[in-house]
């Protein structure tokens, strides 16, 4: 149980496009999702924090506008790079909690490669 | 952000041998937690400690959490070379819906 999917697992898209990253828990409702990225050789940084229904609160320094987070049901969050730049190329994973477990379930993650 | 203080960056060591990494931090946290990943996939969580001074085993994992609730260590046992990896220790504020602050990583290679 707890399993948690992301789509794509990887996507290279050319710079000045827009790319969407989906975040699903596929046995469970996700009261909160997170988004993590993670660039080469380095530990996971958060980006943003997503409860369902309401708008997701982000970190310092990750622009809200260029990074749009959706979670429109218990069980999707969507996660869109807007105009896409070279140095968004990263690895991109998500994490769900249940509402009533202490875990956080981590999804495989996204490889985004943006030329 | 913030992140943990985690040691060693990096370790190599030949099989059977045992390991210990820790994670320090200036800020409290309720929950510690200890990661594996592994290249191209998200992490896997190994061990989560949930009260101060807790020792906690999984095989041949056991942690522990810091009495003063600022640090973490973890011990790998008799390693295999299925163990290469990287570790992340994570800091929890609340357990569950807040997010968590990861360390470095530690870079574990075992020689056969």
């Known amino acids: 149980g707890a399993v948690v999917s992301q789509h794509p697992s990887w996507v290279i898209c050319k710079s000045g496009t827009s790319v969407k990253i989906e975040c699903r828990s596929l046995d469970f409702q996700a009261t909160t999702m997170f988004w993590y990225r993670q660039f080469p050789k380095q530990s996971l940084m958060l980006m943003a924090t997503?409860?369902?229904?309401?708008?997701?609160?982000?970190e310092q320094g990750v622009e809200k506008d260029k990074f749009l987070i959706n979670h429109a049901s218990l069980t999707l969050s969507t996660l869109t790079v807007t105009s896409a730049h070279p140095e968004d190329s990263s690895f991109y994973i998500c994490?769900?909690?249940?509402?009533?477990?202490?875990?956080?379930?981590f999804g495989p993650g996204t490889r985004l490669t943006v030329t | 952000g913030q992140q943990l203080n985690q040691s060693p960056q990096s370790m190599f060591i030949q099989e059977g041998e045992d390991v210990s990494m820790n994670c320090t931090s200036s800020s409290i946290f309720n929950t510690w937690l200890w990661y594996k990943q592994d290249p191209g996939e998200g992490p896997v969580l190994l061990i989560a400690l949930y009260k101060a001074g807790e020792l906690t085993s999984n095989g041949r994992l056991t942690a522990q959490f810091g009495i003063t609730r600022k640090d973490s260590f973890l011990n790998i046992s008799a390693s295999i070379p299925s163990d290469v990896g990287i570790y992340f220790c994570a800091g929890q504020m609340n357990s569950g819906n807040t997010p968590l602050v990861f360390g470095k990583g530690t870079r574990l290679s075992v020689i056969a």
């Open positions: 994490s769900a909690w249940t509402g009533s477990s202490y875990e956080q379930y």
């Open positions: 997503s409860n369902e229904g309401s708008k997701a609160t982000y």
